[in-house]
């Protein structure tokens, strides 16, 4: 009778930490740099995307054509970011996506941060040069209509969607030719969830998306939600997913 590991996976079992030596090597500095020009374009687009359609409507509330203007210009950008980076730095664009990718076992704690890191910086460069040349506020994210614990709720169900996503297209060994559709179906998660969530909490799914914004416009109400959220829902999903799909070992395909 087999064993149970035969079934499943041990959860966490497959965590690496690396070294430090990893911030040296030229493979993670190049990874690290993808990741950073990746996460500047995804957040220029986006947040631009939401400057420019707040220019044109001078500042009206958010309205039914907002929410798809944002939902459209995050899918867009984001299959473009994934895309670019993907063959680089696997494509993260996103802390909750490291973090996800990590409680996996698929990448280590040390190239972890140092892409979390080159995240951050893009998101600020990209926010920083809006300001600049926009003088327009960049907008950041935040709690409408429902509680904080609501909110949380939300971007921890938005990202283990996105992450989950992450998990089927991109990372599992067994997914084939529908990898090549990866970007898509990341963006076209990420866009869908913005339609459902973005009149409650901006749909961030994305700490780094979060963070820089915050930081030009030194908002920070509520900015917890936008990292405690992706991370559990992120993790929560590199968790299952690893644990209950992932197949380590060849199983052979039935003829029929």
Known sequence: ???QNEYFNVPLSRVAIGNTGE???PGAIKAAVAEFISTFIFVFAGSGAGIAYNSITG???TSPSGLV???IAHAFALFVAVSISANISGGHVNPAVTFGLFVGGNI???RGILYIIAQLLGSAAASGVLLFTTGLPVPTFGVSGVSVWAALVFEIVMTFGLVYTVYATAVDPKKGEIGIIAPIAIGFIVGANILAGGAFTGASMNPAVSFGPALVSFSWTNHW????GPLVGGGLAGVIYEIFFISHTHEPLSEF
């Open 225 to 228: 939600i936008y990292w405690a």
């Open 59 to 61: 500042n009206a509330a």
């Open 23 to 25: 911030f040296s090597q």
């Open 1 to 3: 009778m087999p064993g």
């Open 108 to 110: 280590t704690l040390f």
């Open 69 to 71: 203007v944002a939902a």
